[in-house]
């Protein structure tokens, strides 16, 4: 049964191991609107997004509708293709990771998951982040996690290499005011629902930390030698992990998300369905996507 249920799964979110985004590809047809842009055009804060470290997105494909979206709020978003140090860091006030990976896990999604950063950078992040920098971590199901893991901890996030999977519909998990899996935060004002498509759960321990999405219930998280391969590998319950968190850190802020697909638009599958902000299921995700970047970069709440 479960070889069937993760067959249907895969078909869903179309990653893996072999041959990543093959059936996943960025969904031409959705176009990001902003009724009432925060900056003017190419005059907002710096967004730089994460492109050095083996990244299974990019700007300018799998994550362009998020690109988009932002630069639709005026912030000026640019791809960084070089390692971490304060100079290149120095010009952001957002600094975006997504689904980094170290080298040796590049087509081989399989334990053990090294870091994607040297102990330098990870440094050269918290240090830039407690000076008044902004980091938006985003990290998927395994092995992404382990990629990041030791980032993560050192502000006060606890990673684990699993997937996060509603058994009982197979179907994207969404995260509710109304029963207490979406938090009251800045982050979530104005909105009533979230959708994610598989991802991690993690722990956040440190109580200077804001949860925003909590599974409730019915969530399945398994921990794979090799991403995707479930047979007989035992699952506990992910009820009151996280999948998405905030906190300030010193002068800056961070935002961590265990679910990359949330933040953009794609089409997977040959029926070419839709994962994300395009999905009709996420059709707060894109509120959500402009509450994240307008909380980390301070934005003026009466030009929102």
Partial sequence: MRRTACAALFAWVSAG???VGAQQAVDTSFHPRVERATYPANTGPLVLFDAAHNSMHSVDRSFRPFADLLRLDGYRFEALGTNLTADSLARAEIFVIVNVLAAENVGNWKLPTPSAYTP?????????????????????????????????????????????????????IVFRRSDGSLSAHAVTE????????????????????????????????????????FDGVPGGSATGMLQGAARTFGAGRVVVLGEAAMLTAQVTGPARRPMGMNAPVANQNQRFVL?????????DPDRE
Wanted: without cysteine.
């Fill in 17 to 19: 191991p072999l041959g």
């Fill in 120 to 172: 330098a950078e990870i440094e050269v992040v918290r240090s830039w982040v407690s000076r008044g920098g902004s980091l938006l971590l985003v990290a998927d199901h395994m092995p992404f996690p382990g990629a990041t893991r030791e980032l993560a901890r050192v502000f006060g996030f606890d990673f684990v290499n699993n997937f996060a999977i509603d058994t009982a519909t197979w179907d994207p």
């Fill in 190 to 229: 104005g909105i009533d629902s979230i959708a994610t498509f598989t991802g991690q759960a993690f722990s956040a321990p440190d109580s200077a930390i804001t949860p925003l999405l909590t599974f409730g219930p019915g969530i399945t998280a398994y921990e794979p030698a090799t991403a995707w391969e």
């Fill in 291 to 299: 509450n994240v970047i307008h909380w980390l970069s301070k934005a």
